[in-house]
């Protein structure tokens, strides 16, 4: 028998929550409601979950604070933020410490569970393959592990890091469109979601910086090209 994916949903709006978590339910998931965020904390320390749904607006702890507390115990499980449509400052920040992707309220349910899909997917393929790793000049990608090593430093990083930094190892030297990568990793060509591409870019020159012979470059008005010596071991 397939055993249920496991959600993680901290939404204190308990009308809503209900809502969610039943056609979550209906889809076939098991979730877990969560009316404030110490809850959710506490529910996370204590559970395994295989991606959180967190509202940025909550008692006992905000969603960002949440956020926090989860990427301390775990930067790899996939979390969705739910914001107002008028936060846009608030998903840029959900970016910079650790938030995956964001959904605005009002939204479909058809939309969140593609959203929720296209995340347990991805996570499946991750840790299904064959052991993927880049050798990025001096740096070494783990792809199906998402971890980067540079020297004595290691980073866990997040799904989305992975898939980024997977894409542009795809395709190095070539000049990439913002369009071209937002629809590629991001699935779709959105303002919000540019920024936050800019928030991971930035990320990931943190990540390579140890090597100078790397270059992730910004080609203004355009997109990004990728410069380094990369090798695929399997």
Known sequence: MKTKSKILLAE???SLGYVIKDNLVEAGYEVILCPDGQTAIDQFTKEHFDI?????????????????GIRQQNTQIPILM????????????????????????????????????VFLRRTRILHSEKRITFQIGKITFLY??????SGKDV???????????????????????????????WGKDDF???????????????????????????????????????????
């Open 52 to 68: 959180c749904l967190l509202d940025v607006m909550m008692p006992n702890k905000d969603g960002f604070t949440v956020l926090k």
């Open 155 to 185: 980073y866990d990083i997040t799904q989305r890091e992975s898939e980024l930094l997977l894409f542009l190892c795809n395709n190095p030297g070539r000049l990439l469109t913002r369009e071209k990568i937002l629809v590629e990793v």
């Open 82 to 117: 739910i914001t107002a449509k008028s936060m846009e400052e608030d998903r840029i920040h959900g970016f910079e410490i650790g938030a995956d992707d964001y959904i605005c309220k009002p939204f479909s349910m058809q939309e969140l569970l593609k959203r929720i899909d």
């Open 144 to 149: 199906s592990e998402q971890r980067i090593v």
């Open 192 to 234: 919000y979601l540019g920024r936050s591409m800019d928030v991971y870019m930035t990320k990931l020159r943190k990540y390579l910086r140890t090597d100078e012979s790397i270059r992730l470059e910004t080609i203004h008005g355009t997109g990004f090209r990728f410069n380094a010596v990369i090798h695929l071991q399997m």
């Open 12 to 14: 204190d709006e308990l």
